[in-house]
Nanobody, 117 residues
Framework: QVQLVEFGGGLVQPGGSLRLSCTAS????????MGWYRQAPGKQRELVAR?????TNVADSVKGRFTIFRDNARAVSLQMSSLKPEDTAVYYC?????????????WGQGTQVTVSS
């Protein structure tokens, strides 16, 4: 099966930086796009940033502070700077992936990011 595994979450002080990474593995024919979503307590999951072959989407709330990178065909990273307490959430890696001729959305297990002094 396809798996997305995130690394890099943790506790950081306001104004600090953190880098998240995600690697996809399994029976993958092609990855059309990868990105990051987050979900804070009591809120719906929201887009943070997403990369496809044709476009880059970044949420207004993180624009200018977060940068998304496609490290290779199966990996994506999120460089987070000037972190704010409002950025505290579980961050999920996302993949738009064709596996065995079926194109579907896949999600990582999530990694906790806590911004607090």
């Amino acid at each position: 099966q396809v798996q997305l595994v995130e690394f890099g979450g943790g506790l950081v002080q306001p104004g600090g930086s953190l880098r998240l990474s995600c690697t996809a593995s399994g029976s993958i024919f092609y990855i059309y796009g990868m990105g990051w979503y987050r979900q804070a307590p009591g809120k719906q999951r929201e887009l943070v940033a997403r990369l496809t072959s044709g476009s880059t989407n970044v949420a207004d709330s993180v624009k200018g502070r977060f940068t998304i990178f496609r490290d290779n065909a199966r990996a994506v990273s999120l460089q987070m700077s000037s972190l704010k307490p409002e950025d505290t959430a579980v961050y999920y890696c996302y993949g738009d992936i064709n596996s065995r001729n079926i194109r579907s959305d896949y999600w990582g297990q999530g990694t906790q990011v806590t911004v607090s002094s």
